[in-house]
Nanobody, 122 residues
């Protein structure tokens, strides 16, 4: 069974930085896209950043210029660094993997991590 395990959330002061990590557990042969989403209370889940299998990235306008997504393709892991954090970055952050090839080249369309809380407050 393939799962995504996240870490790195917590309480951060405004202006601070945070690094979130996510790694796929289980037998994973390939992952096409890995991304970070977030969901604030009362709001819809939104894309924060994504990186595809050839390293192309897309960032939400709200984090562009102060965040970096990176992948370790060998470990099927993805990190998200966010700098200059603002209170509006407060949300539960979710890791997502798309088009996962597992044992026997079986395709899993999409899996989600359990989410990690990020709170930006003084």
């Amino acid at each position: 069974q393939v799962q995504l395990v996240e870490s790195g959330g917590g309480l951060v002061q405004p202006g601070g930085s945070l690094r979130l990590s996510c790694a796929a557990s289980g037998i994973v042969l390939r992952v096409d896209d890995m991304a970070w989403y977030r969901q604030a209370p009362g709001k819809q889940r939104e894309l924060v950043a994504t990186m595809n299998i050839v390293g192309s990235t897309v960032y939400a306008d709200s984090v562009k210029g102060r965040s970096t997504i990176s992948r370790d393709f060998a470990k099927n892991a993805v990190d998200l660094q966010i700098d200059s954090l603002k209170p509006e970055d407060t949300a539960v952050y979710y890791c997502n993997a798309v088009a996962i090839r597992t044992t026997g080249w079986k395709l899993l369309d999409s899996i989600w991590g359990q989410g990690t809380q990020v709170t930006v407050s003084s």
